[in-house]
């Protein structure tokens, strides 16, 4: 998006709600991809681009106005582990951004001429280790070894110009802390977003403690929760919108729960659009889904929120 045209998320954040995509590796999976790897979507960088492109906009067209890009599993470390350079690493982290770029002006070839934005993924350090530890969070690493894990990429990923970064699914307050010091002098802004287990994170900290965290971090132009069920999104908006004073962001999974060891969902989905106003009523701003989200939700959702797909 071309901030000097169009206003940017933060201030249309200010000015009313947007709207969130969905899960990017359901639609991929949906489009007949295999994830079954450690890198997840991120191998699709390397390897399909366009299906990632792809993926996004079906979001687009559906109604979402933020894309979150496919780096969210994208990391040095991870790449290394497949024999991807350094190098090579920082080019398919700007890729990741270059890629949402690209859907969203076929999105606009396509008619929708609403500002889209685009939202540069920093998943957290268990995303790495793809052992199902981000929804745990307590890695023994202190917050100076975090931010030296995320800065680098973050520097990256800041480089190729997003309208924002999503520091997103942080199940502990001490890796926040990491995220939102590094997050610091990049030029970008950001949004947080814990991931949870009723009033904690998923570590054990009392919501009210980590979003504080955030309260006074000028870059830091959204807080909230993603990657949960969604039966705990409003006691976390309030939370957030009470504690910070910012602009909240929920993006909850569809309510199934993943199985790491077999890497696959299983359960029911409990995401209904008829709880979306109901976060929009308590603080929510920017409203999306996570994992198992699929496009036809997102549609809803912005129906649900009144406003046009196009």
Same mark, same amino acid.
Request: net charge negative.
């Given at each position: 998006?071309?901030?000097?045209?169009?206003?940017?998320?933060?201030?249309?954040?200010?000015?009313?709600?947007?709207?969130?995509?969905?899960?990017?590796?359901?639609?991929?999976?949906?489009?007949?991809?295999?994830?079954?790897?450690?890198?997840?979507?991120?191998?699709?960088?390397?390897?399909?681009?366009?299906?990632?492109?792809?993926?996004?906009?079906?979001?687009?067209?559906? *109604?979402?106005?933020?894309?979150?890009?496919?780096?969210?599993?994208?990391?040095?470390?991870?790449?290394?582990?497949?024999?991807?350079?350094?190098?090579?690493?920082?080019?398919?982290?700007?890729?990741?951004?270059?890629?949402?770029?690209?859907?969203?002006?076929?999105?606009?070839?396509?008619?929708?001429?609403?500002?889209?934005?685009?939202?540069?993924?920093?998943?957290?350090?268990?995303?790495?280790?793809?052992?199902?530890?981000?929804?745990?969070?307590?890695?023994?690493?202190?917050?100076?070894?975090?931010?030296?894990?995320?800065?680098?990429?973050?520097?990256?990923?800041?480089?190729?110009?997003?309208?924002?970064?999503?520091?997103?699914?942080?199940?502990?307050?001490?890796?926040?802390?990491?995220?939102?010091?590094?997050?610091?002098?990049?030029?970008?802004?950001?949004?947080?977003?814990?991931?949870?287990?009723?009033?904690?994170?998923?570590?054990?900290?009392?919501?009210?403690?980590?979003?504080?965290?955030?309260?006074?971090?000028?870059?830091?132009?959204?807080?909230?929760?993603?990657? !949960?069920?969604?039966?705990?999104?409003?006691?976390?908006?309030?939370?957030?919108?009470?504690?910070?004073?910012?602009?909240?962001?929920?993006?909850?999974?569809?309510?199934?729960?993943?199985?790491?060891?077999?890497?696959?969902?299983?359960?029911?989905?409990?995401?209904?659009?008829?709880?979306?106003?109901?976060?929009?009523?308590?603080?929510?701003?920017?409203?999306? *889904? !996570? !994992?198992?989200?699929?496009?036809?939700?997102?549609?809803?959702?912005?129906?649900?929120? *009144? *406003?046009?797909?196009?």
């Amino acid at each position: 998006m071309n901030s000097s045209i169009s206003p940017s998320l933060a201030d249309a954040l200010a000015a009313g709600t947007v709207v969130l995509d969905g899960g990017m590796s359901n639609q991929l999976e949906s489009a007949g991809h295999d994830l079954s790897d450690e890198l997840w979507s991120a191998r699709l960088l390397a390897e399909q681009p366009e299906a990632i492109t792809e993926a996004h906009l079906a979001y687009f067209l559906a *109604g979402a106005d933020v894309a979150i890009t496919a780096s969210y599993q994208a990391t040095f470390e991870g790449f290394a582990r497949r024999g991807i350079g350094h190098d090579e690493a920082a080019r398919l982290l700007a890729l990741s951004v270059d890629l949402a770029r690209t859907a969203a002006r076929r999105a606009g070839n396509a008619g929708v001429g609403r500002p889209l934005w685009v939202a540069a993924s920093v998943g957290p350090y268990g995303a790495m280790l793809a052992d199902g530890s981000e929804y745990r969070g307590r890695y023994g690493l202190s917050v100076d070894e975090l931010e030296r894990f995320h800065r680098p990429r973050m520097e990256v990923l800041a480089a190729a110009g997003p309208d924002a970064l999503a520091l997103e699914t942080v199940p502990d307050a001490d890796e926040a802390a990491a995220l939102l010091r590094a997050v610091r002098g990049l030029g970008v802004p950001a949004w947080l977003t814990y991931t949870v287990d009723g009033m904690h994170t998923r570590a054990g900290q009392p919501l009210e403690e980590a979003f504080a965290l955030a309260a006074d971090v000028d870059e830091v132009i959204a807080v909230g929760v993603n990657c !949960c069920v969604p039966q705990d999104v409003e006691r976390a908006v309030e939370i957030a919108a009470r504690v910070t004073g910012k602009p909240v962001v929920v993006y909850p999974n569809s309510g199934e729960a993943w199985d790491a060891d077999a890497r696959a969902w299983t359960g029911q989905s409990r995401f209904g659009t008829e709880q979306v106003k109901t976060w929009r009523d308590a603080g929510a701003r920017l409203i999306g *889904g !996570c !994992c198992r989200v699929g496009p036809e939700a997102i549609a809803s959702v912005r129906q649900a929120l *009144g *406003g046009p797909a196009v």
